[in-house]
């Protein structure tokens, strides 16, 4: 199956299927006939787990860039890295980077190509479920030690080669971790899809569901995208649950947290916000924790810090203007909005939320 992505900036396909990058590598050969050497930036996990099958997947030669496992891969120093291999390989605008990894890979990659002689093409292909969400629309960063993501650029790939076969080395937690955008998906678009979610265990779906759900996402968010490239309006409603999720994700140092885990508890966060400010139920709010908790989502991480310790991540949030922060809050499941919010009634649901998890079974 072929989504197409039509960004303002730059248009391409999402090419997504089971056992399909062989094949989706062949159908891109003009493009790689155009360039004139291939990199490929991964990860140790995912090379030890996948590198086999890209290796036997991708026909074109490459020289492959192996950076350490997981968050800490979106440094500045991995980041230099990064473009000290390219210029000792003598890369040239021509050349052509690949990101083969999760989100992390993915983001780290991406700025890499934005930023390498002012920008050089780039293919994303994603190894986690979590990875429908960042290989496609752009978002490109590192982290800074005082915020998440906020170095960083709007840079489209060429392409996204998705082939769920590599999902199936994927751990656990990092299934739990990438479900939390596909839940997100679905909370900002579709009732009925997020109530097919809330019937089932979330980290045991089988493959052709997992297919069809990771489409779903990537399309809800491909129409957001082309509506709004650089997040001035609507884009703002892919950040459900990120401005406290990253301020938790931030908090507990980057990789303490998979990203997924911190923004489940923005999410449920976000739903306790929207009581006060639209329709959302205490009753729904409470079947969607102790949906996320059975399913195996921890949110012990919220005991850890203290509300004055999560709030100067939460004023460093990138859609807060002048320290007026934004939440993106749903007015129903499927309809969201964003709205100022002020810092007091931050700390007032972030009592709530202690609150529910500790009074709720
Ligand atoms: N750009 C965006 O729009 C966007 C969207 C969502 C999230 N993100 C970013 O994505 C990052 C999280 O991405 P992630 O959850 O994919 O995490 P990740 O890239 O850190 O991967 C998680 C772990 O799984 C391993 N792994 C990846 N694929 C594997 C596979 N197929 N088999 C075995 N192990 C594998 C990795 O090595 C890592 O240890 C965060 O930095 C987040 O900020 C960006
Ligand atoms: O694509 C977007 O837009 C998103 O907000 C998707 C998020 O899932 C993702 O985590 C993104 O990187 C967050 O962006 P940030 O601007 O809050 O750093
Ligand atoms: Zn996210």
Known sequence: MKIPVRAASHQYEVVIGNGILKEAF??????????????????????????????????????????????????????????????????TRKSLLIAFGGGAVGDLAGFVAATYMRGIPFIQVPTTILAHDSAVGGKTAINHALGKNMIGAFYQPEAVLY???????????????????????????????????????????????LADYLAKGVSVKAHIVEKDETEQSVRKFLNLGHTYGHAIEAAAGYGGLAHGEAVMIGLVYCLLLSERHGSITREFTTRFYQFARSNGYPF???????????????????????GELQFVLLEEIGKPYVKKIELSECEEIDAELRILLSEVE
Not at 37 to 52: K, P, S, Y
Not at 69 to 87: M, V
Not at 301 to 317: E, G, I, N, R, S
């Open 163 to 209: 082939d769920i076969r590599l999902l199936r080395s994927l751990p656990v937690r990092e299934v739990l971790s990438g479900m939390t955008e596909v839940i997100k998906h679905a909370m900002i678009s579709d009732p009925v899809w997020l109530n097919e979610l809330m019937e089932q265990n979330v980290s045991r779906l089988d493959e052709p569901t």
């Open 300 to 322: 012990d991480a919220v005991h850890m810090y203290t509300f004055a310790q999560l709030k100067d991540y939460l004023l460093k949030d990138k859609k807060a203007d002048y």
């Open 26 to 91: 062949e159908s891109y050969k003009e493009l790689f006939q155009r360039v004139d050497q291939v990199i490929v930036l991964t990860d140790e996990h995912v090379w030890a787990a996948q590198g086999d099958y890209f290796t036997s997947s991708c026909p074109y030669a490459f020289d492959e860039l192996i950076m350490p496992a997981g968050e800490s891969c979106k440094s500045f120093d991995n980041f230099h890295a990064a473009h000290t291999f390219l210029l000792e390989k003598k890369c």
